[in-house]
């Protein structure tokens, strides 16, 4: 009887431990929407308006990963993930004259030297984030 359980245990021990083979075949490949997260810096727009806002005070108010003042550029990108040109001119229009109840009841400031085109590069920025 022991001369059988020796057998087993070590058999049973075996398939446990498994191989490392199986474990690398379930993990999942490099899906499309990493590749872009990566990618997202060597746009034109992404450097442009990441350029502008640090040109500007923006990051006094705003970051990109947490809740300050105002809200996180990435909750902004998710919030308007799949915005149209007229959501990126309100946004733009937003950022120049201000505004405020969109994201609670802090006020964002107006920043009326800052052209349309400038602010819209901005905003491209942001929503590139969410990529």
Not at 8 to 17: G, K, P, S, T
Not at 27 to 56: F, H, Q, R
Request: hydrophobic share 35%.
């Amino acid at each position: 009887m022991k001369k059988m359980m020796i057998p087993a245990a070590f058999l049973l021990f075996a398939i446990a431990c498994g191989s490392n083979e199986e474990k690398k075949a379930e993990e999942p490949a490099t899906t499309a929407t990493e590749e872009k997260k990566e990618d997202v810096s060597a746009n034109p727009d992404y450097k442009a308006g990441l350029a502008l806002i640090g040109k500007n005070d923006c990051l006094t108010c705003h970051k990109v990963s947490e809740t300050s003042t105002g809200p996180a550029y990435k909750d902004v990108a998710a919030k308007y993930a799949n915005a149209a040109d007229t959501t990126i001119d309100r946004l733009a229009h937003t950022i120049i004259k201000g505004g405020s109840g969109h994201w609670g009841t802090i006020p964002m400031t107006p920043h009326p030297n800052l052209s349309v085109e400038d602010a819209k590069q901005m905003v491209k920025y942001v929503l590139l984030l969410n990529q």
